[in-house]
């Protein structure tokens, strides 16, 4: 009897390992990849006095993701963005990474837990969307541009999102208040429609950095929730977005976020058009004022094999004492693939910083040609 | 913003409860940030599975498979009973019968198995593995034995959890 328990226990004892080995491929996936992005700009605009016309710039990051599935169907992983850039980033964002998070995923749903951008900011629809090029009216102008706030000028309204992504009115591009830690859920995709929310409980807590100030100049409880609509009926392509911010101010002279935007875009036979509008109502401004501000983007791409085109424009208002800080940007962009991952790009900016009043300090006009390449790895 | 902040935790309590229930019907794809999605139109050099190949996505199995029964079963069996001689697999009728097998941490005792795969679903009742024992008597002839009935059953179990791991797997 001992020796046949012995035997038939390692019958199935043979046969649990050798079934154990051939699944041993379940072990979390690794993947490393990335972008070095290099840009030659000329320049010119109203505040460049004593300036150069001419400039480069290169941009690199070092992606690592994780992905595995555990037995029971739930997906798990990491994302991490490492900036492998040879100085840090003009727009704030981390020294060593842009982004890191950890995922949960499944039928369920996905959760995002980490330094990571809004979940608005995945589900948004608008001009920036459907930009070639370096990205059009969010693409790589900024660096050469000279914000007005430099020159003694005012806030302003410079990218097509809401105030945590957005980031400082007194610099273009700014980092300082995407990628703050943050928890997001997206829902799965129900007849092309899906859901979003984040909640980051702190407005500037990022990476390692957790703050309990809740005075001061800061925002905190911050909410974004969003609602996305994609569908596509043979060559005709939609998609649509609703997205809403909202976040509690420290200080009491100061307005609490609320904002939202909606954008559209449509897509036949490799064209698109784009459009959006936000709304960023009274956030962060004084509570004794009643200033509002708003932005409204339009764009129109053409996608024909390797080669790629857009017009994207973007306009936004910020009301100030007098009148509006007018911002319009419009950027003309192409590409051509000449490899799957190398890009060789041009695109032309023509921006208009505008306060109220004659002849102001703080107006700029300018315009930035870019010639670049992008090799993704 | 209270109501948001009593809200919020409630519910993704309730969203993990969720995680529960397998068929929501929703198509499980979640977005990526619009600086990913506008440089991967682009597409990368290495191809999909980035610098080292890691994440290579494996040729999907299912879809028009010719075999007559579960393919996950049927995968599972095989290579649930790859350490014994096949003498016969047929993929249209789901019959996998195996050689005698003398293990050889127990000389003077063999085995001998016959799984039968009887459905096109992944269902627990979908295998049916029978297990047959023979023993060497003092005179060298090969006497059959009795067989504990756990073990078929623990053969069984083995075959359906390395089926849903592939199954898994698959729909990653």
């Not at chain 1, 996936?29 to 001419?54: C, E, H, N, P, W």
């Not at chain 1, 930009?131 to 990218?159: C, E, K, L, Q, V």
């Not at chain 1, 100030?213 to 609509?229: C, K, M, S």
């Not at chain 2, 459905?119 to 060298?140: E, H, M, P, T, Y």
Request: contains cysteine; charged residues 20%; hydrophobic residues 35%.
């Amino acid at each position: 009897m001992k020796k046949f328990l012995l035997g038939t226990t390692g019958l199935v004892g043979a046969a649990v390992l050798f079934s154990s080995a051939a699944s041993a491929g379940e072990t979390p996936k690794v993947t490393v990849g990335g972008f070095i992005d290099f840009q030659a700009g000329i320049m010119s605009d109203d505040l460049d006095a004593a300036q150069r016309g001419y400039g480069f710039r290169n941009d690199t990051e070092v992606n690592v993701s994780v992905d595995g599935k555990t037995d029971s169907g739930l997906g798990y992983g990491a994302v991490i963005d490492l900036e492998a850039d040879v100085t840090a980033d003009a727009s704030g964002q981390g020294l060593n990474a842009s982004r890191t998070y950890i995922y949960l995923d499944g039928n369920w749903g996905r959760f995002e837990l980490g330094s990571n951008n809004t979940s608005i900011e995945a589900l948004k629809v608008d001009a920036s969307n459907i930009a070639r090029g370096s990205g059009g009216i969010h693409g790589g102008w900024w660096y050469y541009a000279n914000h007005p706030a430099a020159f003694g000028g005012g806030a302003y309204i410079t990218s097509a999102a809401l105030p945590q992504d957005h980031g400082s009115m007194f610099v273009a591009g700014g980092e300082t208040t995407d990628n703050t830690t943050k928890i997001t859920y997206y829902s799965p995709r129900f007849s092309g429609f899906q859901l979003g929310a984040s909640y980051s409980p702190d407005g500037t807590d990022k990476g390692q950095t957790m703050t309990r100030t809740d005075t001061g100049a800061g925002f905190g409880d911050i909410f974004d929730v969003g609602l996305n609509y994609e569908n596509q009926w043979d060559e005709i392509s939609f998609s649509a977005a609703i997205t809403g911010e909202w976040g509690d101010a420290d200080s009491a002279a100061v307005e609490n976020i609320g904002a939202w935007n909606i954008g559209a875009a449509l897509g036949y036979m490799g064209f698109q058009i784009a459009g959006s509008y936000g709304d960023w109502g009274d956030s962060m401004m004084p509570t004794a004022s009643s200033f509002d501000s708003d932005y409204w983007t339009l764009g129109a791409s053409y996608d024909f094999g390797q080669f790629g085109a857009s017009v994207t424009y973007l306009d936004s208002n910020v009301e100030v004492a007098g009148g509006d800080n007018d911002f319009d940007n419009l950027v003309i962009g192409a590409d051509y693939e000449l490899a799957p991952g190398l890009t060789p790009y041009i695109e032309v900016s023509f921006y208009d910083f505008d306060a109220p009043g004659v002849g102001v300090a703080g107006d700029n006009d300018g315009d930035v040609f870019l010639l670049g390449t992008l090799l993704s790895f | 913003m209270k109501i948001f902040r009593s809200l919020f935790f409630p519910l993704l309590g309730a969203v993990f409860l969720l995680s529960a229930c397998d068929n929501t019907g929703g198509e499980a794809s979640y977005p990526k940030r619009a600086k990913d999605t506008r440089r991967e139109q682009y597409g990368k050099l290495t191809g999909e599975g980035g610098l080292f190949g890691l994440n290579r996505k494996e040729e999907e199995g299912g879809g028009a498979s010719p075999i007559g029964v579960n393919s996950f079963l049927w995968r599972a069996t095989l290579d649930t009973l790859a350490f014994m001689p096949l003498t016969s697999a047929d993929p249209f009728g789901g019959v996998i019968i195996t050689d005698w097998y003398e293990d050889p941490a127990t000389p003077g005792e063999r085995f001998k198995v016959t799984a039968l795969i009887l459905d096109k679903n992944l269902r627990a009742d979908g295998i049916k593995v029978s297990l047959f024992r023979q023993k060497k008597d003092d005179s060298g002839h090969w006497r059959d034995s009795e067989v504990n009935a756990s073990t078929a059953r623990d053969l069984e179990n083995t075959i359906l959890t390395r089926a849903r791991q592939l199954r898994v797997r698959q729909s990653s």
